[in-house]
Every structure is written in C-alpha cells, then in structure tokens.
C-alpha cells in the first residue's frame, strides 16, 4: 500500500486521476492547503514558448535513439525554469517506476494540452513517437505563430489608447483645476458644461484613491465572472465584435481543424479526437458546439454535417471537410483548412488594425476637442465682454 498526492478540484476528481494512473483507492482526503494554492493560477501554468523548446529537444534526443528516462535527465540538468523542472523531475519518476510517458503528462492535464498525452498515447500504441512529436511540434508552432501575429498586432492600437487615456487624465486632474482657478479670479458665470467638467475633475482629484480602487475591483469582478459563469456570455459577446469578432472566429475554426487533423495524423480514433480537439479552443461558445456532436458521430453521421448543425463553422470549412471525408483525405483537409485561416487570420488582421487606427486617432481627438472646447468657451466670452466693453 503506496501514498500518493494528487492536485484536483474535488475529491472524486482526485480519485478518477489516480485510477487513470492504474492504482486502487482505498481511501482519499484532502490535505492541508499551501501557499501556492492561493496564487493566481497562471503562476504555475508553463509558457507555450517553454513546452514547445521543451519538445524540440525530446524531439531531437528520440530522433538520435535515446532511451526516454535518459532524454529526461538531459533536459532537467539544462531547464533553469524551476516549476517545469520539478514538473518534469516528478514525470520521470512516474515512467521510471512503470507509467507510460502519455499517462506521466495526463496526470498534469492543469499544466499541459490534452491533445498532448493523446497524440502521446496513439504513438506509443502505434510505435511512432517520433512523428506524433513532429505532428505536435508543427501544431504547436502555427498556434505560437499566430498568438503572436495577433499580439504584434494590437501592440500600436494599446499604445496609442493607453498615451490617449493618459493625456485625457492629466488635463482632467492637472490642466482643468488650474483653468478653474483662473476662471475664478474673474468672477464671471462659467457656462454649465466648463462647470460640470470642473466638478467632475475637482470629484476625480479629491477621490483618486476610491476611484483607482473602484476600477481594479471592477476588473477583479470581471475577471472572476469570465473565469466562472460569465465564460460562455463573454466568448458569445467576443464573436460579435465588429472587426475582432471575425478574427476569433476563425481562430476558433483554426484551432480545432489543426487539433482534429493533428490527433487523426497520429491514430486517434475519431469519437476521442473530436472531444480533446474541442477541449482546444479556447473560445467556449465555439468548444461546447462543437464537443456536442460527438454522439451524432459516434452514431455513423458524417462529421461534415455535424459540423454543419452546429452553426458555427464556416460555409468553406464545412465544404472543405466533406470533401476531405468523401475522398478519404480527411487529414490532409483538415491541414488544408487551418492553413487557409491562418492566412485569413493575419489578412483580417491586418485590415483591422489599419481600420481601428484612425478609429482611435478620431476618438481620441474628439474627446481632447471636447475638454479644449469646455474651457477656451469661456475665454471667447471674456474677451468679447472685455471689447464690449
């Protein structure tokens, strides 16, 4: 009789992981709670970037004939990170002691991508690791490549908005109580709206301390209710975004064809690799369609048409699909179709940066008019009094 300690949300869930593992329960509790139980989770979360430069070099140490458990204690004497290197110390010991090498990641599925132990677990059934880590590494990288397309491209809108906003606050609580002083040495009626601008910035600067804490509880909220309930609303709200919603759509569509054609490619049947291709997208609206096919499927309807009920592929990709599915190429399509988006992707993209640019500019400078608007006024009207006069 062994002790183990497994992370899980329940009990019952800690139980189902521990049975994947192959071991009896006879008995389950929960233990005392630590420090990290308490940090956000993405502190123990490992980069996209790392576990891809992780499988590069497993890649390249199997490639050369390596045993697994020596490929392992190469990577751990060269990983600096500290959390992938207790990680992956913890996952050698499981395969040392017997655990395959799909089950050793499986049993940290909060830290890795289903679709990982999978396409694992069909390699080693099949005896073609090498190339179910070759399939991953190419998913891995158009996934990478096209976050970062995305990031490169909302880098100039965030920093003209984040110089905007800030402009726009330091004539709120700097320049706006010093024309108010100005104006009030005259004694003369302000009209109403430099008096609301100047009651509204006076409110600001006497309560920046409750206004600053009001907006990160606000965010702390919101974070919350996407991360809970409110998922399933927001990933709907995103889609109809003008401009953006189109790209997370097909990034969406992007995701699960790479997933599905990735997990096929490796020799995973399809029931299985339909429900971890649609764990993979990340919008849930997108994933919970999709995932709900799998009885149909599973049934003998062709996937095409399942896909087509969900009403959230695209007219193209469902045809792509078909076709892929009447010829016996479904892989090959499947591969087809997320390159397609990922070429629509960074085209789309780049048509709304160049919309959403002047967009901003125009924004932006309206609202500057506005507060320059509220206090010139004022002056005009004292120096046409002054030539009345």
Same mark, same amino acid.
């Given at each position: 009789?062994?002790?183990?300690?497994?992370? +899980?949300?329940?009990?019952?869930?800690?139980?189902?992981?521990?049975?994947?593992?192959?071991?009896?329960?006879?008995?389950?509790?929960?233990?005392?709670?630590?420090?990290?139980?308490?940090?956000?989770?993405?502190?123990?979360?490992?980069?996209?970037?790392?576990?891809?430069?992780?499988?590069? *070099?497993?890649?390249?140490?199997?490639?050369?004939?390596?045993?697994?458990?020596?490929?392992?204690?190469?990577?751990?004497?060269?990983?600096?990170?500290?959390?992938?290197?207790?990680?992956?110390?913890?996952?050698? *010991?499981?395969?040392?002691?017997?655990?395959?090498?799909?089950? +050793?990641?499986?049993?940290?599925?909060?830290?890795?991508?289903?679709?990982?132990?999978?396409?694992?677990?069909?390699?080693?059934?099949?005896?073609?690791?090498?190339?179910?880590?070759?399939?991953?590494?190419?998913?891995?990288?158009?996934?990478?490549?096209?976050?970062?397309?995305?990031?490169?491209?909302?880098?100039?809108?965030?920093?003209?908005?984040?110089?905007?906003?800030?402009?726009?606050?330091?004539?709120?609580?700097?320049?706006?109580?010093?024309?108010?002083?100005?104006?009030?040495?005259?004694?003369?009626?302000?009209?109403?709206?430099?008096?609301?601008?100047?009651?509204?910035?006076?409110?600001?600067?006497?309560?920046?301390?409750?206004?600053?804490?009001?907006?990160?509880?606000?965010?702390?909220?919101?974070?919350?209710?996407?991360?809970?309930?409110?998922?399933?609303?927001?990933?709907?709200?995103?889609?109809?975004?003008?401009?953006?919603?189109?790209?997370?759509?097909?990034?969406?569509?992007?995701?699960?064809?790479?997933?599905?054609?990735?997990?096929? +490619?490796?020799?995973?049947?399809?029931?299985?690799?339909? *429900?971890?291709?649609?764990?993979?997208?990340?919008?849930?609206?997108?994933?919970?369609?999709?995932?709900?096919?799998?009885?149909?499927?599973?049934?003998?309807?062709?996937?095409?048409?399942?896909?087509?009920?969900?009403?959230?592929?695209?007219?193209?990709?469902?045809?792509?699909?078909?076709?892929?599915?009447?010829?016996?190429?479904?892989?090959?399509?499947?591969?087809?179709?997320?390159?397609?988006?990922?070429?629509?992707?960074?085209?789309?993209?780049?048509?709304?940066?160049?919309?959403?640019?002047?967009?901003?500019?125009?924004?932006?400078?309206?609202?500057?008019?506005?507060?320059?608007?509220?206090?010139?006024?004022?002056?005009?009207?004292?120096?046409?009094?002054?030539?009345?006069?």
């Amino acid at each position: 009789m062994i002790e183990r300690h497994v992370r +899980a949300a329940t009990l019952r869930a800690a139980q189902d992981e521990m049975r994947r593992q192959g071991l009896h329960v006879f008995e389950a509790k929960r233990g005392a709670l630590s420090l990290g139980d308490f940090l956000p989770k993405t502190r123990r979360v490992i980069s996209t970037e790392r576990f891809l430069l992780f499988n590069q *070099e497993l890649l390249a140490l199997v490639r050369a004939g390596l045993p697994i458990v020596q490929s392992f204690d190469i990577m751990l004497e060269r990983q600096k990170n500290l959390r992938f290197r207790e990680v992956l110390n913890e996952i050698r *010991e499981k395969i040392t002691s017997g655990v395959a090498l799909s089950d +050793a990641f499986a049993a940290y599925g909060n830290l890795f991508p289903p679709i990982y132990s999978t396409s694992l677990r069909a390699g080693e059934r099949s005896g073609d690791l090498e190339g179910v880590l070759k399939r991953f590494l190419r998913y891995q990288k158009m996934i990478v490549s096209l976050r970062k397309k995305v990031v490169g491209a909302l880098v100039y809108p965030i920093i003209l908005i984040t110089l905007s906003s800030a402009m726009v606050f330091i004539m709120i609580t700097v320049v706006i109580p010093k024309f108010a002083t100005f104006f009030e040495g005259f004694g003369a009626e302000l009209p109403w709206f430099t008096q609301f601008m100047i009651s509204l910035a006076t409110g600001l600067r006497n309560n920046i301390i409750a206004v600053v804490l009001g907006v990160a509880l606000t965010i702390f909220l919101l974070n919350r209710w996407v991360a809970t309930s409110g998922r399933l609303l927001w990933d709907r709200f995103k889609l109809r975004i003008p401009l953006v919603g189109g790209v997370l759509h097909r990034f969406a569509i992007m995701q699960f064809t790479q997933s599905l054609g990735t997990l096929l +490619a490796g020799g995973t049947p399809m029931v299985p690799a339909i *429900e971890i291709a649609s764990q993979s997208v990340t919008n849930q609206l997108v994933s919970t369609r999709i995932s709900g096919i799998v009885q149909n499927v599973r049934e003998g309807e062709p996937l095409w048409r399942s896909l087509d009920n969900t009403g959230v592929m695209s007219d193209l990709a469902v045809e792509m699909i078909k076709v892929g599915e009447s010829t016996g190429a479904l892989t090959e399509m499947l591969a087809n179709v997320s390159e397609f988006y990922d070429e629509e992707i960074e085209a789309r993209l780049s048509r709304m940066v160049a919309a959403i640019e002047p967009l901003i500019l125009v924004f932006m400078g309206g609202v500057i008019a506005v507060l320059l608007y509220a206090f010139y006024l004022p002056l005009f009207r004292l120096s046409t009094v002054g030539q009345d006069q």
